[in-house]
């Protein structure tokens, strides 16, 4: 359980890192996977402990690592045309998607507990959002970048029920090395041909700032954040990790009160005690 609180701590600073880049979602997804790749086979080649990386993929992993390429482009392009708290509170509908995909296509058991705790959770969220989100006024930026990231938190929920399976087998690298793989050409040849096409976006394409914060992203999130969280994902069942991962939304708003000085109300105390109560 400490390996997924902890994972969902590093994930909760990936909003920073993309504002701080101010970098093209094409390349914010690309050194997020690129990062992870390469350190995974650096430490498999050079490491004296050898990491016991199996580099031999199956179906279920290539696709799942082909929609996680998909995902991470909506997920990029979320948090780079809306807010960070819109953003997350349309991205934590994936343990939902997760739940409801469990129950219907792995007949896991809906106890009432799951769903009451669920219910906790989630509505701790709503709590939380309910001034600043539910009363905001949307421009149209914000419209397409909460529905973007509610394709990507459903894309993701189907990748974690994938890899918490193939986690049975493989361990954490293995299914950290194959959620990033397939992104990896994908994004490159995409880059290449937005090069290769010019015009004055494609000058801009690649800063020192946004590389920089692009991969700082790919470190945090991509080799700790999910090498933590698939080591701990193989202990729970996916809907109590699903569940934890809720907690992200808590840190993150702990990163604003205290890097931002966001202000703190009644409703965000109140919410995050429920998402927290909900998790435990």
């Known amino acids: 359980m400490i390996e997924i609180i902890l994972a969902t701590l590093f994930f909760s600073t990936t909003g920073l890192w993309?504002?701080?880049a101010g970098a093209d979602a094409f390349v914010m997804s690309f050194f997020r996977s690129l990062v992870p790749v390469l350190f995974l086979l650096a430490m498999g080649r050079f490491s004296p402990r050898k990491v016991p990386l199996n580099r031999k993929g199956n179906l279920p992993l290539y696709g799942a690592s082909v929609l996680n390429a998909v995902r991470s482009l909506f997920f990029?392009?979320?948090l780079i045309l809306t807010d960070i708290s819109k953003a997350v509170v349309m991205l934590y509908t994936w343990p939902v998607f997760a739940f409801l995909s469990n129950i219907l296509l792995r007949r896991e058991k809906a106890t009432l507990s799951k769903v009451l705790f669920l219910l906790v959770t989630f509505s701790g969220i709503i709590v939380i959002y309910w001034g600043g989100f539910m009363n905001a006024t949307l421009e149209r930026r914000d419209y397409w970048g909460m529905s973007l990231m509610i394709i990507s938190a459903f894309l993701y929920s189907q990748t974690f029920v994938i890899f918490k399976d193939q986690g049975r087998e493989r361990n954490h690298?293995?299914?950290?090395?194959?959620q990033n793989l397939i992104a990896v050409p994908v994004f490159l040849v995409l880059i290449v041909i937005r090069l290769v096409a010019g015009g004055e976006e494609a000058q801009n394409l690649f800063t020192l700032r946004g590389v920089g914060f692009a991969s700082v992203n790919g470190?945090?999130?991509?080799?700790?954040g999910f090498l933590l969280y698939y080591k701990g994902m193989r202990q729970l069942a996916a809907s109590t990790a699903s569940?934890?991962?809720y907690l992200e939304v808590v840190f993150a708003m702990l990163w604003g009160i205290f890097l931002f000085k966001d202000p703190?109300?009644?409703?965000s105390l109140i919410g995050s005690a429920l998402i927290v109560g909900g998790a435990l």
């Open 243 to 245: 569940q934890l991962a």
């Open 219 to 224: 470190l945090v999130i991509g080799i700790f």
């Open 18 to 20: 993309t504002k701080m």
């Open 173 to 178: 690298y293995d299914i950290t090395y194959f």
């Open 76 to 78: 990029f392009q979320a």
């Open 264 to 267: 703190v109300s009644a409703g």
